[in-house]
Structure formats: structure tokens, C-alpha cells
């Protein structure tokens, strides 16, 4: 069984920056892809970002040019720097692993951008 513990969501004013960090522990043999999910109220829960386990990473394009996804393999964490945000990116944001080929979720951060 893997946990996942999500910290650093927050408010922030617009053009602000936050910085999501995920850390995974437990029985854990081998992390494939870590990845980055939001869902917005009254909307679908949507990829932000996502790292593969040999560096590879994917981005919506929406976060394009803003946000930056990082994984430590040595400690099974993962970081999303997320810079210019906007109202927009408004929403709880969820850590995903796939670990030992088990889907793990987070219990999400929320994540609050002002005008």
C-alpha cells in the first residue's frame, strides 16, 4: 500500500507563485509516472503535468510555459512549481502514481488564484 500526502496548495494573487509537493511512502518496490491532476468546481478533473520515472515530462497547454514538474526519485517525491497564475488555475489539484503497477491518488490541495 502506497500514501500519498500532498502539501503547499494555498491563496494566491494572480501573477503569484505556489509550489505543490507530493510525497509517496509505504511498500513501494518500483514508481512508474508521477503526475499533476486539477479539477475545478463543476468541471472535469483534468492532466496538469506528469513526469515519467526516466525524466520525460507531458504538460496541458494550459500550464505550457508556467508550470514546472519535477520528481526525486531517491525520496519518491514530486514538485510542481507553478509560476503566473491565474484565476483560472483555480482548483483542487491531486497528486497521481502509479506504483507497482497500482493507481494511487492523493487527497488533493487546493489551490485558490485572486484577481
Known amino acids: 500500500q502506497v500514501q500519498l500526502v500532498e502539501s503547499g496548495g494555498g491563496l494566491v494573487q494572480a501573477g503569484g507563485s505556489l509550489r505543490l509537493s507530493c510525497a509517496a511512502s509505504g511498500s513501494i518496490f518500483r514508481i512508474a509516472t508521477m503526475a499533476w491532476y486539477r479539477q475545478a468546481p463543476g468541471k472535469q478533473r483534468e492532466l496538469v503535468a506528469q513526469v515519467s520515472s526516466t525524466g520525460s515530462t507531458r504538460y496541458a497547454d494550459s500550464a505550457k510555459d508556467r508550470f514546472n514538474i519535477s520528481r526525486d526519485n531517491s525520496k519518491n517525491t514530486l514538485d510542481l512549481q507553478m509560476n503566473s497564475l491565474k484565476p483560472e488555475d483555480t482548483a483542487v489539484y491531486y497528486c497521481?502514481?502509479?506504483?507497482?503497477?497500482?493507481?494511487?491518488w492523493g487527497q488533493g490541495t487546493q489551490v485558490t488564484v485572486s484577481p
Open positions: 497521481r502514481v502509479i506504483a507497482d503497477a497500482t493507481l494511487y
